[in-house]
């Protein structure tokens, strides 16, 4: 029971979203080229100790409007339990699609389709590949920390 708990923390805490990006809240033309509706962004992150867990997840989005943007999104993911002799190790990858509305500044809703491919251990020795779709739904917060860049925090439910 103590080791779903856990799980269920960690599951939990990967659902939040702590983001950099170079999207910005300044007002875009109906006239704006392509190039300036783009953005780029996404997460980094590290964890050491009984699990390494090291990921990244860079994204590409476009504003259709000053209030509406989509894009895309890779991620990859390293694991290994330290725990086990010998450790064990996992890489999992994936990509997402999602949908971005600005509510009022500088809170926004969010939708994401996202497909991940992951590795799991049956046996210390046997690895299984195994695919998942998911749908997450949820919102945050999009506070600019420069000319153009805004730190972004996101909680999505599943």
């Not at 923390?9 to 783009?38: H, Y």
Request: hydrophobic residues 40%.
């Amino acid at each position: 029971m103590e080791r779903k708990i856990q799980y269920l923390f960690v599951l939990a805490f990967i659902g939040m979203s702590f983001s950099l990006s170079a999207q910005t809240d300044k007002e875009i033309q109906d006239n704006s080229s392509f190039l300036d509706r783009v953005f780029v962004g996404g997460n980094f992150g590290l964890q050491f100790g009984d699990v390494t867990n090291v990921q990244i997840a860079p994204i590409v989005g476009y504003r259709v409007t000053n209030d509406f943007s989509a894009g895309v999104g890779v991620l990859y993911q390293y694991i290994k339990y330290k725990r086990f002799a010998p450790a064990l190790t996992s890489n999992n990858y994936g990509t997402s699609v999602f949908a971005r509305y600005r509510v009022k500044d500088p809170f926004f809703l969010q939708a994401e389709y996202e497909y991940l491919n992951s590795e799991f251990y049956l046996t210390a020795a046997e690895k299984l590949r195994s695919s998942l779709s998911s749908v997450f739904v949820g919102g945050g917060i999009s506070q600019p920390i420069g000319g153009n860049a805004a730190f972004t925090l996101s909680v999505m439910y599943n």
